[in-house]
């Protein structure tokens, strides 16, 4: 049976693909529904070192919210105050591996603050970005969320009330991105990406992705007391103990991930 999001483990890496060709990639319940449960059953997989979010296909990798007239996107149970994309947020947010976007397409609307959950993004040379929403009488209230703590405020102001698209360069070039390539070689670029995030400690970059969500809103002073705190935490360790093991040894760390 299909379903609109497919799981696929692949060594120490959790692929999250929206399968919605026909729709080019576009949001729905059960998307959002399908990757939130997606991240959470990489979270709870101990062997899970990264998550990997992309489309179906070569045109899209999420063009929105599906806005056809039988889509529920828009459909809301009034008796519940949370909304599903905000679900999906709300475990991103709780989501301590790296999570990086395989832009393989168009990124559009909702696939823009998908894009924005990721800790690091990768695409193809032909990916267009935007937020048309104002042009259909919305505004991209929840995808500032995330594009907010990524984006100049002036670049995002431009995307938000014009609602015109940008290409890849210029998506990297305000700092979207981490990389654009052409579209034969994302696969390679992504597994690339993926291979030096992996062979790091996972101790160490869950400790720092909490630690990086913990200061955003912090002044300077309680920012250094936090910090400070966490030095010895770390220091505590076993992937410490053995990566300090492994540089003073000259060899390459094996690490127990706790």
């Given at each position: 049976?299909?379903?609109?999001?497919?799981?696929?483990?692949?060594?120490?890496v959790?692929?999250?693909?929206?399968?919605?060709v026909?729709?080019?990639?576009?949001?729905n319940?059960?998307?959002?529904?399908?990757?939130?449960e997606?991240?959470?059953?990489?979270?709870?997989?101990?062997?899970?070192?990264?998550?990997?979010?992309?489309?179906?296909?070569?045109?899209?990798?999420?063009?929105?919210?599906?806005?056809?007239?039988?889509?529920?996107?828009?459909t809301?149970?009034?008796?519940?105050?949370?909304?599903?994309?905000?679900?999906?947020?709300?475990?991103?947010?709780?989501?301590d591996?790296?999570?990086?976007?395989?832009?393989n397409?168009?990124?559009?609307?909702?696939?823009?603050?998908l894009?924005?959950?990721?800790?690091?993004?990768?695409?193809?040379?032909n990916?267009?970005?935007?937020?048309?929403?104002?042009r259909?009488?919305?505004?991209?209230?929840m995808i500032?969320?995330?594009l907010?703590?990524?984006?100049?405020p002036?670049?995002?102001?431009?995307?938000?009330?014009t609602?015109?698209?940008?290409?890849?360069?210029?998506?990297?070039?305000?700092?979207?991105l981490?990389?654009?390539?052409?579209?034969?070689?994302?696969?390679?670029?992504?597994?690339?990406?993926?291979?030096r995030?992996?062979?790091?400690?996972?101790?160490?970059?869950?400790?720092?992705?909490?630690?990086?969500?913990?200061?955003?809103?912090?002044?300077?002073?309680?920012t250094?007391?936090?910090?400070?705190?966490?030095?010895?935490?770390?220091?505590?360790?076993?992937?410490?103990?053995?990566?300090?093991?492994?540089?003073?040894?000259?060899?390459?760390?094996?690490?127990?991930?706790?």
């Amino acid at each position: 049976m299909k379903t609109d999001v497919t799981v696929e483990k692949r060594g120490n890496v959790q692929w999250l693909t929206i399968d919605r060709v026909e729709k080019r990639n576009a949001l729905n319940p059960m998307v959002m529904d399908g990757l939130r449960e997606g991240l959470l059953q990489a979270s709870a997989d101990p062997d899970i070192r990264a998550v990997v979010i992309t489309g179906a296909g070569e045109k899209a990798f999420c063009a929105g919210a599906d806005l056809q007239t039988n889509a529920t996107t828009f459909t809301f149970d009034y008796s519940d105050p949370r909304v599903p994309f905000a679900k999906l947020q709300r475990v991103v947010f709780q989501t301590d591996i790296p999570i990086i976007a395989r832009v393989n397409g168009s990124c559009m609307a909702g696939g823009m603050g998908l894009l924005g959950l990721c800790d690091m993004a990768i695409a193809s040379d032909n990916a267009r970005f935007g937020l048309p929403e104002v042009r259909i009488g919305l505004f991209p209230m929840m995808i500032l969320t995330t594009l907010k703590r990524i984006l100049p405020p002036r670049q995002l102001n431009e995307l938000c009330m014009t609602g015109d698209p940008i290409d890849a360069q210029h998506a990297l070039s305000i700092g979207m991105l981490n990389r654009v390539v052409p579209a034969d070689e994302l696969d390679a670029a992504v597994d690339a990406l993926v291979n030096r995030v992996i062979i790091r400690s996972p101790t160490a970059i869950r400790r720092g992705k909490y630690a990086l969500r913990a200061v955003e809103d912090m002044t300077i002073e309680q920012t250094i007391a936090f910090t400070e705190s966490q030095v010895p935490l770390a220091a505590m360790t076993e992937d410490f103990k053995e990566g300090l093991s492994a540089f003073n040894e000259k060899r390459d760390p094996d690490w127990p991930n706790r």
